[in-house]
């Protein structure tokens, strides 16, 4: 009834291939299949935002897509970030804001705000608060998360 | 949770994704932008044999207005009728209400056709091609067919759609001349709503109202316009009393329900405040629309 289906996907700029169950979802695909654990599985429903990744450039909930839905698409994940040594100026701005605590809706956080710099366009704070909505943190409150946002977007249109 | 199997199809035009839904009789699925039928498979509430993706079916994503008339593609995703240009100048109710779906990567993802097909009492969207009186283009094996939205929306997630129809287009007459207003209630944000009103009406050179179409969501099985309560504003100026009238009458023409967010008791109460809020909003557009 589920026959494998081949799915050729860009995954932060590598070509890769795989025979994949039609039901297999793109964040179980991610982390399980390519064995990139840095995009995290909360609610698998749609609701905590913490499987975000980025398809062709758009943050998704990686759990409300199949794996065969990106055939030919490019996905883009949190590991693409900093692929050596040094911190993506995002994630540094992270650290120095104290944007994080346990961890764990970080790399959501992360690709949404990546998206939110590629749009290139200027957010004021409250905006910015409407963008990440769709990612949940317990543990810090928010605000220094906004904070390290503000921050980087900031830095970054000042760097052009 | 992970889905049950399927059987996987990649519809390449409506013709396919119609002859494949007739193949499996009914127990095939459409999968547009996924954004709540995946959460269905996911927790295996919604057990299809064969999904039908239909994102890469093109000519369904364009946003078009012609003779007073919008035009958008099934496939629209919610953050293109956030950001489009025609939306903002022909429907802005529209382009204020689908602000209230979901969170950015739902909007991203989540298309229109998809959401009128999924009918959720509480969504928005369904609720603003009521108010506006949308006109949605269904294909079948036997070719085309259009329904209002009312018509279309039958219940809680029911449609009067076929089994093997699919909703390629909704139409909406470019409300030029009117002002719109809304108002929902969420426990959070993002969330779905306990009661959402959506109100437009043109406003007369006298200050006397005219064509007041004012529509509920999340307060019966669908969302629904309350054409009698409607009624009852055309030609007054929306005064203290005129709108109390509305507010009741809508609270009567509702049908609320219990569930997890809110008691149907609590439903009914928050029905004449929130109508009354929207009307006064109405009124602060039209006189905004008037500077």
Redesign the interface.
Known sequence: ???R?AVSVTVNGEAVEREV???L?LA?FIRHELGLHGTHVGC???VC?MC?VLVEG????S????A??V?GLSVQTVESLAPGEELHPLQQAFRSAHALQCGYCTPAFLM?AYAIGERGVALDREAIR?????VLCRCTGYQNIVDAVERYLGERGAGR | ????????V?AASVEEAVAKLREWEGEARL?AG??SL??L???RLARP?C?V?V?RVEGLDGVHEEDGVVRIGALVRHATLELSPVIAATLPLLARMVRFV?????R??GTLGGSLAHADPTGELPLAAVALGATVTARGPGGIRELSAGELLEGPYATSLAGDEMITQVAFPARAGTVGAFAEVTRR??DFAVLAVAAVGEPGADGAWRSVRIALGGVAGRPFHAAEASALAAGTHLEPDVVAAIGEACAGAAEPYSDIRASAEYRRHLIPVYVARVLAELARHRLEAAL
Not at chain 1, 63 to 66: A, P, V
Request: charged share 25%.
């Open positions: 009834m589920s026959e289906i169950e039609p039901r979802l179980d698998e429903q749609g935002g975000t758009q943050p998704v909930k759990c409300l897509m199949l065969p839905q055939d949404t409407e963008e990440l909505a769709g | 949770m992970k889905p049950p199997p399927f059987a996987y990649r999968l996924g954004q995946v959460p498979l996911n927790m044999a999904v993706d994102n979901g969170d950015r990567q739902v991203l993802r944000h993002g």
